[in-house]
């Protein structure tokens, strides 16, 4: 079992920034890879980001690239994401999500899932 916690977020005018976290625990995540998605209220889940804990490939939503960034802490178990030029539309529950096999932009292909951070952006 692999316990995800997320932390970071909450309201950031547009334009603002913020960080999220991810801490993992409970394996060792050598072949892991870590998701992030979001869902807006209505609508479905979505990716965002993910990485490879071995090798740090990354892979991001069209929607998002340029603005957001995905790294990890390999010594920390934990995975981040830099919300940078933030807009209204990336108002979102975020969710962290780890599997341990290489993984895609699908949320059912996640095994592990945390709670969720909640972002707001006012305009």
């Known amino acids: 079992q692999v316990q995800l916690v997320e932390s970071g977020g909450g309201w950031v005018q547009a334009g603002g920034s913020s960080r999220l976290s991810c801490v993992a625990s409970?394996?060792?995540?050598?072949?892991?890879?870590m998701g992030w998605f979001r869902q807006a209220p209505g609508l479905e889940r979505e990716f965002v980001a993910r990485?490879?804990?071995?090798?740090?490939?990354?892979d991001y939503a069209d929607s998002i690239k340029g603005r957001f960034t995905i790294s990890r802490d390999n010594a920390k178990n934990t995975v981040y994401l830099q919300l940078n030029r933030l807009k209204s539309e990336d108002t979102a529950v975020y969710y962290c999500a780890a599997r341990s096999s290489v993984a895609g932009k699908e949320a059912s292909e996640y095994d592990y899932w945390g709670q969720g951070t909640q972002v707001t952006v006012s305009s």
């Open positions: 409970g394996r060792t995540l050598s072949s892991y890879y």
């Open positions: 990485i490879s804990w071995i090798g740090g490939r990354t």
